[in-house]
């Protein structure tokens, strides 16, 4: 099995992509933690069982809530080199989702219809009515899904790697995809992302019932351009220079939210409220942990458009 094959199942699931009184179970396993790879203690963590799957989430720091939502064959353990700088005036809401870290894959189909769902659920049944979103890969599939479905519990919304349609990826990414499968299973006994989840899961030995689920997911094509438009919230889009998807997709994203179509104007009085970040040197594999994305994505989170104006840049160098 070739190293590209590997990575491509680490986050490649990716691009295509309720009610209060649920009772939280007693404290999951703790995150695997290593020296170059450890999140900080959460100030809560724990099970919720929604629509027939036990969901591990982890809370971290204090402030406005962040939903942070992991790639394809990761878990939130992921995002350890820049969850500490979201959750230093933020309250970060990390979820392992179906089948991925301490949730179990269960015998629900794989969708991220369902997903989104799901992610809309627990946001109510840990008591926010609205929060920010931001989702990586696979994740993204599903932040979006729960923005489009659930307008009402997303406030903005940051995808990241993330696309609106699965002809958005690049042809040899889709023949890749395509042969993921539990065969793969024996080839990857050593790889970081195998070993993190037997550290982890509920159900190790599951793991080649997982590579199956998320290539079935993979190989089915999916469109959802026509849900673009539904999005009213703030959108970011961040995407590695050298990513898996086209670059024209990403451009066609960003301009079906209504950006990239005319000069902002002198005053950016044409300015969008979406936001595109394409962070140079970064590809699909790195962009997740890159310092960069932090540095976009929490000014957009926090609603900042302010900069500088060209008069204010010349004094200060007076």
């Known amino acids: ?101 301490r949730t179990a894959l269960g015998d629900r189909p794989f969708t991220v219809e369902a997903i989104g769902d799901d992610m809309a659920t627990i946001v109510k049944a840990l008591g926010y009515d609205k929060v920010d979103v931001m989702g990586y890969s696979l994740g993204g599939g599903v932040a979006f899904r729960m923005a489009v479905q659930h307008p009402e519990a997303v406030r903005r919304l940051v995808l990241v790697s993330t696309g609106y349609a699965t002809d958005g990826f690049y042809d040899e990414m889709r023949q890749q995809q395509a042969q993921v499968s539990a065969a793969a299973a024996a080839f990857m006994k050593d790889t970081p992302m195998y070993k993190s989840y037997v550290a982890v899961a509920p159900h190790p030995e599951e793991f080649p019932k997982l590579l199956d689920t998320l290539g079935n997911f993979m190989r089915q094509a999916r469109d959802y351009s026509a849900d673009v438009a539904k999005l009213k919230m703030p959108v970011m889009l961040a995407y590695g220079d050298s990513d898996m998807y086209k670059p024209e997709h990403e451009i066609k994203f960003y301009q079906m939210l209504g950006g990239g179509l005319k000069d902002a104007g002198w005053m950016r009085e044409n300015l969008s409220q979406n936001r595109l970040a394409i962070l140079p040197n970064r590809t699909h594999y790195d962009v997740f942990f890159a310092p960069e994305l932090t540095a976009a994505a929490l000014p957009f989170l926090n609603g900042e458009t302010k900069v500088k104006t060209w008069d204010e840049v010349v004094s200060e160098t007076e």
């Open 1 to 101: 099995m070739s190293k590209t094959l590997i990575f491509t199942i680490l986050a490649s699931a990716a691009a295509l992509f309720a009610a209060p009184g649920f009772t939280i179970a007693e404290e999951a396993k703790p995150a695997m933690t290593t020296a170059t790879n450890a999140l900080p203690k959460p100030e809560k963590s724990g099970l919720l069982p929604i629509n027939g799957l036990n969901y591990y989430y982890a809370i971290y720091g204090k402030g406005e809530p962040l939903l942070l939502l992991h790639g394809g064959l990761g878990s939130t353990d992921m995002f350890a080199p820049i969850l500490p700088k979201l959750a230093e005036n933020r309250t970060v809401i990390g979820v392992d989702l179906q089948g991925h870290g």
